[in-house]
């Protein structure tokens, strides 16, 4: 490493943590708050089976913290200097955010106070996609791991967008089943695309800044979402955290392999439940909650709380690392290993529950 490289590395890591600071610290204060105030507003997560695995209400809606944190330190940095619209990202991709968020925290806060069906929950996802979109929000070009890159239309983009943020909205939402997993994960999504933003490959002053306000918000949630947890995300929150990790990942120049690395296990274990649900009880069981999903499945087999979601963490963590150093042909291999890797817990746990059987 050169020293004009680590001085530039020094001088972005001075800029850069004030913002995520003072997003932390917003997250805590408005965290606080919400766990004061959600129990007033019948917003409480009462323990009910078969999916629910706490032992006492806990109140609900603590995604909107994050929102809230985000929003108020990013329109503040948009107020005072360009610092977040120097590179690709505009005005519009922020305004698209915002609007895309307050839609998901507005259905979520009804779907926590009145336990929406699964028909009604999916409206907020799809509008805030829909948001985004039509705020300008694309890719422009995907890379070809053999060589060369694949240029799309605007109709490919849209349709390539709007999938990507559902599956991610979802895998998060379906995620959040054990105390800090999924605001965990996007934290360590966050993580590495600030760090890829920062690489001489990409440098991506105006992301890695946007990737360091989101951070930090999400760490100042997780103090009190960690097991224990005093506070849930809420229907509107796993779903936001997912739409920022998709937001960040598109307007980052198409860091769709790096998210995907990062949640690839999550991913993995939602669609063979879903396709679990569907073969056993038709499309409709798609949407039924239950106690199949992977990090449910570690719990039955002896693990704890937190063991099962550091091991969440540590295998989001080495994948996401590796796309630091990866180059996109080798990134397609990782995520090949990282479907292994599923294939081989998912048939491990099934073998030693049929054993416990």
């Not at 949630?221 to 998709?246: D, K, R, W």
């Not at 704890?304 to 295998?315: N, P």
Request: net charge neutral; charged share 10%.
């Amino acid at each position: 490493m050169t020293v004009d490289l680590l001085e530039i590395i020094l001088q972005d890591a001075f800029f850069l943590a004030p913002w995520a600071m003072a997003s932390f610290v917003l997250s805590i204060v408005a965290t606080l708050i919400i766990r004061n105030f959600a129990p007033s507003f019948g917003l409480l997560d009462q323990p009910a089976a078969p999916k629910k695995i706490h032992l006492k209400p806990i109140p609900l809606f603590g995604g909107s913290a994050i929102f809230v944190s985000i929003s108020l330190v990013v329109l503040f940095v948009l107020l005072i200097s360009n610092a977040l619209t120097s590179g690709e990202i505009g005005l519009n991709h922020y305004f698209g955010f915002f609007v895309g968020g307050l839609i998901l925290m507005v259905g979520g806060y009804f779907d926590d106070k009145y336990s929406l069906s699964p028909k009604l929950a999916i409206i907020a996802p799809v509008l805030a996609a829909i948001t985004l979109i039509l705020f300008g929000v694309e890719v422009e070009k995907i890379t070809n791991p053999f060589g060369g890159v694949f240029y799309l239309t605007a109709w490919q983009s849209n349709i390539l967008v709007f999938v990507w943020l559902m599956v991610v909205m979802f895998t998060t939402k379906f995620l959040d089943g054990l105390d800090g997993l999924a605001a965990g994960i996007t934290s360590i999504g966050t993580l590495m695309i600030l760090a890829l933003s920062l690489t001489v490959a990409y440098f991506q002053p105006d992301v890695a800044l946007l990737s360091a306000i989101s951070f930090g918000a999400l760490l100042g949630f997780l103090i009190f979402n960690f097991h224990p947890a005093s506070i849930f995300l809420g229907e509107g929150g796993s779903t936001f955290v997912g739409f920022l990790i998709g937001t960040l990942a598109v307007i980052s120049g198409g860091k769709l392999a790096t998210a995907l690395l990062v949640i690839g296990v999550p991913l993995l274990d939602l669609v063979f439940v879903i396709t679990r649900r569907v073969l056993h009880g038709g499309i409709k069981a798609a949407v039924h909650g239950d106690r199949s999903h992977l990090h449910h499945r570690l719990l039955a087999a002896g693990l704890s709380d937190r063991k099962t979601v550091l091991i969440f963490y540590t295998i989001a963590g080495c994948f996401g690392v590796l796309t630091l150093f990866l180059q996109s042909k080798e990134k397609l291999i990782a995520l090949g290993l990282l479907c292994l890797l599923g294939l081989v817990l998912a048939i491990g746990i099934s073998l030693k529950e049929k054993k416990a059987d």
